[in-house]
């Protein structure tokens, strides 16, 4: 069956831009995470979706960076005001249970590069 | 090819007892190596990081890793665990750039 999905895959957008990240979880996954990959270092935690419950946005690094999701499905991630230290690779991920066991699958990224 | 392999999806241990979590990796280049945690409802953590640097790695919580390249190994450890540390780790590799790999996790329970 389709993964998770996110567009677009590559995006570079001039200083002080603002951009939209989108991501498409696998059907019938309640939870859905965003995360930021800068180069060489490792994850960092953005934003957690749950079902209907309000969204953990602990990680998200200033009030620049916002995130919804519709319906339960997509979420966009809108980066308002772009710095150039905001580019990365922007991964999303949704969960399920697969034999018993809570799996988080993750989106290919949105590579961001902001000039 | 690049790979990570957690040899124990799950792992149980009683509570002030050691931790091992076992992690081996494949790599053609010189990696940089994580431990994440994921708590019930939360996202990763990072628990702690290899960059080339001292091969043993302390991390948060009062775990630590040690990288052995002669046996491609980044076990995580610690001393004595904790009913919090109850959760899921996952054992990461970056090859270079933005190409991470994750290991398939392991859940580690621990007993009162």
């Known amino acids: 069956g389709a993964g998770v999905s996110q567009s677009p895959s590559n995006k570079v957008t001039e200083k002080g831009k603002d951009v939209e990240l989108r991501c498409d979880p696998i059907s019938g996954h309640t939870a859905l995470y965003w995360y930021r990959q800068s180069l060489g270092q490792g994850l960092e935690f953005l934003i957690y979706f749950q079902g209907n419950s309000a969204p953990d946005k602990s990680g998200l690094p200033s009030d620049r960076f916002s995130a919804e999701r519709t319906g339960g499905s997509v979420s966009t991630l809108t980066i308002q005001r772009t710095q150039q230290e905001d580019s990365a690779v922007y991964l999303c991920?949704?969960?399920?249970?697969?034999?018993?066991?809570?799996?988080?699958?993750f989106g290919p990224g949105t590579r961001l590069l902001v000039l | 090819a690049q790979s990570v392999t957690q040899l124990d999806s799950h792992v149980s241990v009683s509570e002030g007892t050691p931790v091992l979590l076992r992690c081996n990796y494949s790599?053609?280049?010189?990696?940089?190596l994580f431990w994440y945690v994921q708590h019930p409802n939360k996202g990763l953590q990072l628990l702690l990081k290899?960059?080339?640097?001292?091969?043993l790695v302390k991390g948060i919580n009062g775990f630590e890793a040690e990288f052995k390249k002669s046996e491609t190994s980044f076990h995580l450890t610690k001393p004595s665990a904790h009913m919090s540390d109850a959760a899921e780790y996952f054992c990461?590799?970056?090859?270079?750039?933005?190409?991470?790999?994750f290991g398939a996790g392991t859940r580690l329970f621990v007993k009162a």
């Open positions: 990461v590799v970056n090859t270079g750039g933005f190409k991470t790999i």
């Open positions: 790599s053609s280049y010189s990696p940089s």
């Open positions: 991920a949704s969960s399920g249970v697969s034999r018993g066991k809570e799996t988080q699958y």
């Open positions: 290899y960059t080339s640097a001292a091969t």
